[in-house]
């Protein structure tokens, strides 16, 4: 499934700030609700078919969504879970010069976008693992 990126409003057909109940609609299959950690607020909905996991709040209104493999997602037509880790740290480093960049990947709070590539060090050629779009503060919001 190709999932278009708009920084900090959506990726696909999944808007950040969309309540769960349309998400039900919109994604068809088998998915499963749950908890990374059970004392959290927040709850996630996994989309396995679709290689989606969609987080939100008790409220119900989604706040980031994750992916890997088979979605593909998309940002300025580059096909971000197709193209080596390193090609793409150095790609996203020109768009946002405040990449943070740690031993798992990268986040650009500038795109609202973070990458998961924990080997991407030691295979820089590999794809990442995973890609997330998230709401603005969402780093630095405390969920309860």
């Known amino acids: 499934m190709d999932l278009e990126i708009q920084p900090y409003e959506s990726m696909g057909p999944i808007r950040l700030g969309m309540r769960i109940e349309e998400?039900?609609?919109i994604i068809p299959g088998k998915r499963t609700i749950f908890k990374r950690d059970?004392?959290?607020a927040l709850t996630e909905m996994h989309f396995e078919d679709h290689g989606i996991?969609?987080?939100y709040v008790p409220s119900g209104?989604?706040?980031s969504v994750e992916v890997a493999l088979p979605a593909n997602p998309?940002?300025?037509d580059k096909q971000l879970l197709?193209?080596?880790y390193?090609?793409?740290?150095?790609?996203?480093?020109?768009?946002d010069p405040k990449l943070k960049i740690n031993t798992a990947g990268f986040t650009s709070i500038e795109y609202g976008i973070g990458v998961y590539a924990p080997f991407g060090d030691e295979e820089p050629e590999e794809p990442?693992?995973?890609v997330i779009v998230f709401e603005r503060g969402y780093y630095e919001k405390k969920y309860e």
């Open 74 to 76: 998309l940002f300025q």
């Open 61 to 63: 209104i989604c706040i």
């Open 23 to 25: 998400l039900r609609w």
């Open 82 to 84: 197709q193209t080596g």
């Open 86 to 95: 390193g090609e793409l740290e150095a790609w996203f480093l020109s768009l």
């Open 128 to 130: 990442p693992e995973g």
């Open 38 to 40: 059970p004392s959290s």
């Open 53 to 55: 996991l969609v987080e």
